[in-house]
Nanobody
């Protein structure tokens, strides 16, 4: 049974950092496509991930976080992480870990929500100005 459990959210001031983790079970993170999505207050969950990583370790980022966020995985601990630096109030959202068991997804479409079947429950990130 696939399970994703996020942790690491919290409250931070603008300019600060947080590190989110997603503990996976039922599969190996190094073999699936994985991504982070977010849902801002009052909004629907975004159709585009903010960061994704493929089974070769290649990464892709949404323009709103590129250069500030880093997605990575630990195949030994079977976790996905999102290092978030220089946080802005606009980054305030519920952050979700997602996984895809598709055999192949082209890099140009790896951020698209339609490829991701498995989701965690989310962890809240609040950035104050």
């Amino acid at each position: 049974q696939v399970q994703l459990v996020e942790s690491g959210g919290g409250s931070v001031q603008a300019g600060g950092s947080l590190r989110l983790s997603c503990a996976a079970s039922g599969f190996t993170v190094g073999t699936w496509y994985m991504a982070w999505f977010r849902q801002a207050p009052g909004n629907k969950r975004a159709q585009s991930a903010i960061a994704a990583i493929d089974n070769d370790g290649s990464t892709r980022y949404h323009g709103s976080v590129e250069g500030r966020f880093t997605i990575s995985r630990d195949n030994v601990k079977n976790t996905l992480t999102l290092q978030m630096n220089n946080l802005e109030p606009e980054d305030t959202a519920m952050y979700y870990c997602a996984a895809s068991d598709r055999t192949y997804v082209q890099m140009w479409e790896i951020l698209q929500r339609r490829w991701y079947k498995y989701w965690g429950q989310g962890t809240q990130v609040t950035v104050s100005s």
